[in-house]
């Protein structure tokens, strides 16, 4: 779990190298700019919640060029479309690509693959995969989620709605702060960086 957790971090930092240079490579890159295009686009539909149009960007935007996160969002829309099956699909695929673990898209894979195991009422397995998102987290970012998360988890009873709701919240968090670290370099990343994510907390799986 601790090699989890570590990849994790250690992922951000790859990747946050690695944009910066990304520019200088992809400036004329017509594959990059469909993709940039089509998850800005899906983004957008995202924040007013039309998940159907916001699902057609992020295939889009996979189609243009094969990245995680693409994958991810578009797991993401499918499961709040209730559509479990094309959710799981893009789930197992994100699953398949080497980058994953170092991406910063490994909460949303991770914590939407519990939910939708949950939703199917495979509990041990959802479960197992929650613990795993647990543990990384905790020691990624901050969350007052993550107990009651994780207070869920050792009943072994979830509360569905409450449970996306905040792992969600925690998803987008942990992604907005990597984003302003990338582009600006401040934040809470830039205040501890180095120091094993920063940590959030002692919660074991």
């Known amino acids: 779990m601790q090699s989890v957790r570590k990849a994790v971090f ?4 790859v990747l946050i190298l690695g944009l910066l240079v990304l520019p200088v490579l992809t ?56 559509d479990l099956a094309s959710a799981e699909r893009y789930i197992q695929e994100a699953e398949t690509m080497p980058t994953l673990k170092t991406s910063v898209s490994w909460f949303r894979v991770t914590g939407y693959k519990a939910l939708i195991l ?16 647990i543990y990384a987290y905790s020691y990624t970012y901050p969350s007052t989620n993550l107990p009651l998360i994780d207070l869920m988890v050792r009943k072994g009873e979830a509360d569905i709605p409450r449970l996306q709701a905040m792992l969600e919240e925690d ?29 959030g907390g002692s919660i074991s799986p």
Do not use: H
Request: charged share 20%; with cysteine.
């Open 118 to 133: 949950l939703k199917q009422g495979k509990k041990a397995e959802g479960f197992d995969v929650l613990k795993q998102y």
């Open 27 to 82: 400036s004329c890159t017509t594959p990059f700019s469909a993709y940039s295009r089509y998850m800005f686009e899906g983004r957008k539909y995202w924040d007013v919640k039309e998940y159907e149009p916001a699902r057609k960007s992020f295939v889009s935007a996979y189609q243009a060029q094969k990245e995680v996160a693409a994958l991810a969002w578009a797991a993401t829309t499918s499961y709040w479309l209730n």
């Open 10 to 13: 250690a992922g951000c930092v």
């Open 171 to 199: 998803i987008y968090a942990y992604e907005e702060e990597m984003g302003l670290f990338i582009s600006s370099g401040v934040g809470y990343y830039n205040r501890n960086y180095g120091a094993a994510g920063g940590g």
